[in-house]
């Protein structure tokens, strides 16, 4: 049960399959390293089937939800930067993607750490 109703079957198992090319660089600078990163993949989804059919236990009703239909096929690329300073303090940059025929999602992320 979730937020007050019960899923049917009919929810893809969520099966698919993802090929990976990873790659990693790092360059000294001093006593400060830098490590660059890429990420090439391809991903294959089998069911892309998007029905939904909840049902509410104490109303006894259900609807049914169509979602967009996603792409079975989708290219997945990330790189990146990461800096460690000699002080504790590293920064990392990221941004990735994912394209499809249909598809396009972009996502960027910015992280600073400090490690005593």
């Known amino acids: 049960m979730i937020a007050g109703y019960q899923d049917i079957d009919s929810i893809p198992p969520g099966i ?3 090929r990976t090319l990873e ?17 090439l993949a391809w991903a294959h989804d089998f069911d892309t089937d998007r029905t939904l059919t909840p049902v509410f236990q104490s109303l006894g009703s259900s ?3 169509n979602a967009a239909r996603a792409d ?9 930067v990461e800096a460690r300073m000699a002080n504790g ?3 990392t940059a990221r941004l990735g993607g994912e394209f499809g025929g249909d598809t ?8 600073l750490r400090y490690a005593w």
């Open 16 to 18: 698919f399959a993802r």
């Open 23 to 39: 790659l990693h660089w790092l360059a000294g600078v001093s006593r400060s390293p830098a490590a660059a990163f890429g990420k």
């Open 63 to 65: 609807f049914i939800v």
């Open 72 to 80: 079975s096929d989708l290219a997945l690329v990330t790189v990146g």
């Open 89 to 91: 303090w590293s920064a």
């Open 104 to 111: 396009q999602t972009y996502t960027a992320q910015g992280k």
